[in-house]
């Protein structure tokens, strides 16, 4: 199957700070990626989708300055987390999906956020 | 949106079990996931089964669109099978995976 990779795994960061989420498609082009949101014990919560060169739609009920997301490449997104607050912490998984995997979706390893 | 429930909401079971876990969905799909997330938080593909049947070494599932449900059996459960089992379905005419609640395994040595 198609690899998805996070980075960093784990962050602690004091409240007010910025937090960036990296995640890339090891061995395909992502043509569209997906950022979730996990609580604990909790089902995958969408937050936000994008396509490859295009801004990204966002759930309703999630800030879109406070989770910015950028899909600069066919390999590459990246969530910011801006001035980031306790009840930010959370379980952050993308996922992706591309032309070539039917319509599969795979995800990546997640990042857990705890904001002090 | 659609609706996806997830049945049992927690499964216990002794090593070399089998078992059964159930996926129904409100409308009409074109996508359908099944998910292992282990204790890492790691969600692992299992099967991409929109419709018809699909086996992968203990595990197998069976999609039976026009009746809106899937089923994934899992046979001589491991102690490795436990964690949290997703189903995700996507509408026709949707852009996103809609997850159920999910269902919690423990497999038992």
């Known amino acids: 199957g198609a690899v998805v990779s996070q980075h960093p795994s784990r962050v602690i960061c004091k409240s007010g700070t910025s937090v960036k989420i990296e995640c890339r498609s090891l061995d395909f082009q992502a043509t569209t990626m997906f950022w979730y949101r996990q609580f604990p014990k909790k089902s995958l919560m969408l937050m936000a989708t994008s396509n490859e060169g295009s801004k990204a739609t966002y759930e309703q009920g999630v800030e879109k300055d406070k989770f910015l997301i950028n899909h600069a490449s066919l390999t590459l997104s990246t969530l910011t987390v801006t001035s980031a607050h306790p009840e930010d912490s959370s379980f952050y998984i993308c996922?992706?999906?591309?032309?070539?995997?039917?319509?599969?979706?795979?995800f990546g390893p997640g990042t857990r956020l705890t904001v002090l | 949106g659609i609706q996806v429930e997830q049945s049992p909401p927690d499964l216990i079971l002794q090593e070399g079990a089998n078992s059964t876990l159930r996926c129904n969905f409100s409308d009409s799909v074109n996508n359908l996931q099944w998910f292992h997330q282990n204790p890492w938080g790691q969600l692992i593909n299992l099967f991409y089964?929109?419709?018809g049947t699909k086996q992968n070494g203990r595990l197998s599932a069976t999609t039976v669109a026009t009746e809106r449900y899937s089923l994934l059996y899992i046979s001589s459960s491991q102690t490795t099978d436990s964690g949290v089992y997703f189903c995700a379905v996507r509408h026709e005419r949707d852009y996103k995976l809609s997850f159920g609640a999910g269902t919690t395994v423990t497999v038992r040595a």
């Open positions: 089964i929109p419709s």
């Open positions: 996922s992706a999906r591309g032309l070539t995997l039917q319509d599969e979706q795979f």
